[in-house]
């Protein structure tokens, strides 16, 4: 079945446009046949490879970039591919909208399908979603330009003061255990001043109340036993980050040489294995400390544990509090805290919030707009861009509220209807 050329103008990039009309000519219903005659004209196109181009109708029309490589891995994921018009049969109504408005836009360049499943795009929505408001959310940018601005530029000056940022973080400083303050070669290769959180003047003004004063962002490392606890502490109002609370978690069930193996699997690719080795303390030794730092900052009692006072814990998902913390309990031999009975999952709240299923950090930082900073799992700098990314949420308007609930026997409750599973 013959296929108008004009349909390859859907996707510019070469690697498609050689493949897509063999693949629409197999797996396209008749009735889309007529629908192709409201596609844009050739002539129409200004400039197929370039970030933006319009056809005569003012709409805007695909935006990809010669970075595309390796997009036949794409093609594995049908709700993704129901964007480029492959297999249409399987989302007739919503490709049936898309083709009448003469319009295909994205929100990603092409070459950021090749981290489908790694970042969570394109994963098929809940049967009990509304399919119109996800294909707007996946296809359409997130939020508008102007409320996703980034920082205002850092004035010479001010940025060769900051040489610290191009140093790697001592690990050993950010414990209060580092002992090498005073030494020029340690100091010349390591930074002991965190990241800069500040935010704009302007983005404190458009938060609005919250249920709590503070939100305690956690992010935990370690698969079999927690590796890596850290926390930051970030006032509701203002937006400014208070404090910060981390520990190297030393397992208790494994023997030396498993341990000696998963630390240089997971650690030593970054250079800490050795403060890693250095610093690590039991769980049940970690949990005291902790307390102890939640009681400096007036957000517990020992007297009533059975919750946090004004302040919520944060976490990119479920599986921290929900899963890993009462694992952890039951492998360390204690009991599980009350306060950990409740939580934000941020996933839940950007979903609702936005309507773009972003099913881990990486893919809300992306859709804001948001480079990432540090290591990519290593705790400490998740939990900050983690906070990066709350912080860009309060000064959108969003409100913070308990997303999960632990019951009495065990399970857990759920606030939100839509939610990211």
Same mark, same amino acid.
């Given at each position: 079945?013959?296929?108008p050329?004009?349909?390859?103008?859907?996707?510019?990039?070469?690697?498609?446009?050689?493949?897509?009309?063999t693949?629409?000519?197999?797996?396209?219903?008749?009735?889309?046949?007529?629908?192709?005659?409201?596609?844009?004209?050739?002539?129409?196109?200004?400039n197929?490879?370039?970030?933006?181009?319009?056809?005569?109708?003012?709409?805007?029309?695909?935006?990809?970039?010669?970075?595309?490589?390796?997009?036949?891995?794409a093609?594995?994921?049908?709700?993704?591919?129901?964007?480029?018009?492959?297999?249409?049969?399987?989302?007739?109504?919503?490709?049936?909208?898309?083709?009448?408005?003469?319009?295909?836009?994205?929100?990603?360049?092409?070459?950021?399908?090749?981290?489908?499943?790694?970042?969570?795009?394109?994963e098929?929505?809940?049967?009990t979603?509304?399919?119109?408001?996800?294909?707007?959310?996946?296809?359409?940018?997130?939020?508008?330009?102007?409320a996703?601005?980034?920082?205002?530029?850092?004035?010479?000056?001010?940025?060769?003061?900051?040489k610290?940022?191009?140093?790697?973080?001592?690990?050993?400083?950010?414990?209060?255990?580092?002992?090498?303050?005073?030494?020029?070669?340690?100091?010349?290769?390591?930074?002991?001043?965190?990241?800069?959180m500040?935010?704009?003047?302007?983005?404190?003004?458009?938060?609005?109340?919250?249920?709590?004063?503070?939100?305690?962002?956690l992010?935990?490392?370690?698969?079999?036993?927690?590796?890596?606890?850290?926390?930051?502490?970030?006032?509701? #109002?203002t937006?400014?980050?208070?404090?910060?609370?981390?520990?190297?978690v030393r397992?208790?069930?494994?023997?030396?040489?498993?341990?000696?193996?998963?630390?240089?699997? #997971?650690?030593?690719?970054?250079?800490?294995?050795?403060?890693?080795?250095?610093?690590?303390?039991?769980?049940?030794?970690?949990?005291?400390?902790f307390?102890?730092?939640?009681?400096?900052?007036?957000?517990?009692?020992?007297?009533?544990?059975?919750?946090?006072?004004?302040?919520?814990?944060?976490?990119?998902?479920?599986?921290?509090?929900?899963?890993?913390?009462?694992e952890?309990?039951?492998?360390?031999?204690?009991?599980?805290?009350?306060?950990?009975?409740?939580?934000?999952n941020?996933?839940?709240?950007?979903?609702?919030?936005?309507?773009?299923?972003?099913?881990?950090?990486?893919?809300?930082m #992306?859709?804001?707009?948001?480079?990432?900073?540090?290591?990519?799992?290593?705790?400490?700098?998740?939990?900050?861009?983690?906070?990066?990314?709350?912080?860009?949420?309060l000064?959108?308007?969003?409100?913070?509220q308990?997303?999960?609930?632990?019951?009495?026997?065990?399970?857990?409750?759920?606030?939100?209807?839509?939610?990211?599973?």
């Open positions: 079945m013959a296929i050329a004009k349909f390859s103008l859907l996707c510019p990039c070469l690697s498609l446009s050689r493949w897509l009309p693949v629409c000519s197999i797996s396209s219903p008749r009735w889309i046949q007529p629908q192709l005659q409201c596609l844009p004209a050739p002539s129409s196109i200004i197929p490879t370039s970030t933006s181009s319009s056809n005569r109708n003012g709409a805007e029309v695909a935006r990809l970039t010669n970075e595309s490589r390796n997009v036949a891995s093609w594995r994921n049908s709700f993704h591919l129901s964007a480029l018009g492959v297999r249409l049969e399987r989302h007739e109504g919503s490709v049936k909208r898309a083709i009448d408005k003469a319009r295909v836009s994205f929100s990603t360049k092409c070459c950021a399908l090749d981290k489908v499943a790694e970042e969570g795009y394109g098929p929505p809940d049967s979603l509304d399919r119109g408001a996800l294909w707007t959310g996946l296809i359409s940018p997130t939020v508008p330009e102007l996703v601005a980034e920082l205002p530029q850092i004035p010479p000056q001010a940025a060769a003061e900051r610290w940022s191009r140093k790697r973080m001592c690990y050993y400083f950010s414990q209060g255990l580092c002992t090498l303050m005073e030494d020029e070669v340690h100091l010349s290769n390591f930074s002991h001043e965190y990241p800069d500040s935010v704009r003047a302007d983005d404190t003004e458009k938060v609005k109340p919250q249920p709590f004063d503070h939100f305690l962002v992010d935990l490392e370690g698969r079999v036993e927690i590796l890596e606890f850290p926390v930051v502490m970030l006032d509701a #109002k937006l400014e980050v208070v404090d910060r609370f981390h520990r190297f397992p208790c069930k494994m023997n030396e040489e498993w341990i000696e193996d998963y630390i240089r699997n #997971k650690y030593g690719k970054w250079g800490l294995e050795r403060v890693w080795h250095d610093t690590a303390i039991p769980f049940t030794q970690v949990l005291p400390e307390e102890s730092w939640l009681e400096s900052h007036s957000l517990f009692d020992t007297k009533n544990p059975s919750k946090l006072k004004t302040a919520a814990f944060v976490t990119c998902g479920n599986w921290d509090i929900k899963t890993k913390i009462p952890q309990c039951v492998t360390s031999d204690i009991q599980l805290p009350p306060y950990f009975n409740e939580w934000i941020l996933k839940d709240i950007y979903f609702n919030f936005y309507k773009f299923r972003a099913s881990g950090m990486l893919a809300m #992306k859709g804001l707009k948001m480079p990432m900073q540090g290591t990519h799992h290593v705790g400490l700098d998740d939990a900050h861009n983690i906070t990066r990314v709350v912080q860009r949420m000064a959108h308007g969003v409100i913070m308990i997303s999960a609930k632990r019951k009495a026997g065990g399970g857990v409750s759920f606030t939100f209807r839509f939610r990211i599973k």
